[in-house]
C-alpha cells in the first residue's frame, strides 16, 4: 500500500505492520539523511473517508522513541517530500504509536504511517521544518 524512498537508497515497498492500522519503515544511518519521500503504490486506496499520518521517530539521546508529526498522504495526495534533516534535534508530538514498543537503535529512525480519518488529519499540525520549500534552491 505504501512506499518509502530516501535519494541514493533502494525504494522500499514493503513496510512493517505493526497494527491493522499503523506500519513503519526503518531508516538506517538516518542522520545522513535530509529528505524521505512516502507515497502510495496505486495497488490498494485508502478506504472512503480515510487517509494516513506520516510520523518521523528518531530515538532521543537516552535512546527514547521522539515523534514527530510530518503531514499526511491520501488517495487525492498520493505522494508527499520531507525534510527530517532539521527534526533531529526538536521535541516530540502527540502520535497515535505511543503504546507500541518498537525497537530503537541509535542509528535508526522510522518512519510512521498512521490510518485515520480524513477530519482527524485536517485537525493535525505538522512540525513547521517538515515542509519541503517550494523555492528553488538556487533562490534559497
Known amino acids: 500500500m505504501f512506499g518509502c524512498l530516501v535519494a541514493g537508497r533502494l525504494v522500499q515497498a514493503a513496510p512493517q505492520q505493526v497494527a491493522e ?17 512516502v507515497f502510495m503504490l496505486g495497488t490498494i486506496p485508502f478506504p472512503e473517508g480515510m487517509g494516513g499520518s506520516v510520523y518521523f521517530c528518531y530515538p532521543d539521546q537516552s535512546g527514547m522513541a521522539v515523534w514527530q508529526l510530518l503531514g499526511f498522504v491520501t488517495n487525492e495526495k498520493p505522494s508527499a517530500i520531507f525534510k527530517i534533516s532539521g527534526l533531529k534535534s526538536g521535541k516530540g508530538s502527540q502520535h497515535p504509536f505511543g503504546a507500541m514498543n518498537l525497537p530503537q537503535t541509535p542509528t535508526v529512525a522510522q518512519i510512521g504511517i498512521s490510518v ?9 499540525t505538522p512540525v513547521a521544518s517538515a515542509a519541503v520549500s517550494s523555492v528553488d534552491s538556487f533562490t534559497e
Not at 21 to 37: A, G, T
Not at 116 to 124: D, G, I, M, S
Open 116 to 124: 485515520e480519518l480524513l477530519e482527524t488529519l485536517a485537525q493535525q
Open 21 to 37: 492500522d499503523k506500519f513503519v519503515f526503518d531508516l538506517p544511518d538516518y542522520e545522513n539523511i535530509n529528505h524521505v519521500v
